[in-house]
């Protein structure tokens, strides 16, 4: 599905992704690991075409997207979920949900899927003529995710989400996310540094170190040393 091949990516001179290769299939959650700074944002902003690379490609179900823009790619199937949520907080929840379309070039949501995402995050449903501003962190989180959704995307980049947000709401949202894996048809990448969190919600990692892939496996398999090595701080 997600196809990433050699892509290195430099802020002004300095090198951040040095030649990283991955690929995530439908069907499969994956997490994205490595400490602090190690450059797992930037893949998934070189992912959505937000930041350019300079050399590798990024391909989604057999087309080529290494030279389109972010929109050209959301509209191709990838759902980009940023950290910090991204939410405009003056907006209602369901002009949040809303703000995904373009008028011109995307079809609104069917009266269905719109159902369906307040069926899979009932508090949204509730709130839905809210500012969003007045949700808490995890509520949020769950706006931005229905947002993301609606659209039905084939890959979802998902950045931290349990930043900042309660243990019980970070059940909920680990719930929907392996839900999301088990239906089958959607490839998800997630970015977390909470490690409990990323290794019950995803069967495959990827550890990054120094700009690159160090380490990729089956989460069951990830034994504590490599997790102290590449993992701890
Ligand atoms: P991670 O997500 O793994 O914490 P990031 O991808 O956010 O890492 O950052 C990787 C490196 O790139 C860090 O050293 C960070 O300081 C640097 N960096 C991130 N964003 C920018 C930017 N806009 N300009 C310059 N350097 C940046």
Do not use: W
């Amino acid at each position: 599905m997600l196809i990433v091949e050699d892509l290195s990516v430099y802020y002004e001179e300095s090198r951040v992704l040095s030649r990283v290769s991955l690929d995530v299939a439908p069907g499969r959650v994956s997490c994205l690991l490595g400490r602090n700074g190690v450059g797992k944002t930037t893949l998934l902003k070189a992912i959505m075409g937000v930041l350019k690379p300079r050399r590798g490609r990024v391909a989604l179900g057999g087309v080529d997207l290494t030279s389109r823009s972010p929109s050209d790619r959301a509209r191709a199937g990838i759902g980009y979920v940023p950290q910090g949520r991204g939410i405009f907080p003056h907006l209602t929840v369901r002009e949040n949900l809303l703000m995904g379309f373009e008028a011109k070039r995307d079809p609104t949501p069917s009266p269905a899927a719109e159902e369906e995402m307040l069926e899979m995050f009932p508090v949204l449903k509730v709130m839905r003529g809210r500012a969003a501003g007045t949700l808490s962190g995890g509520q949020q989180q769950q706006l931005s995710l229905a947002r993301v959704l609606l659209r039905k995307p084939k890959l979802l980049l998902l950045d931290e989400p349990t930043e900042g947000i309660q243990p019980s709401i970070m059940q909920e949202i680990g719930e929907v996310i392996r839900g999301l894996g088990r239906k089958g048809d959607m490839a998800i990448l997630l970015v977390e540094q909470f490690l409990d969190f990323a290794l019950s919600t995803a069967s495959e990692y990827f550890i990054m170190d120094n700009g690159g892939i160090v380490r990729r496996g089956s989460v069951s398999e990830l034994d504590d040393e490599t997790a102290r090595e590449f993992l701890s701080v």
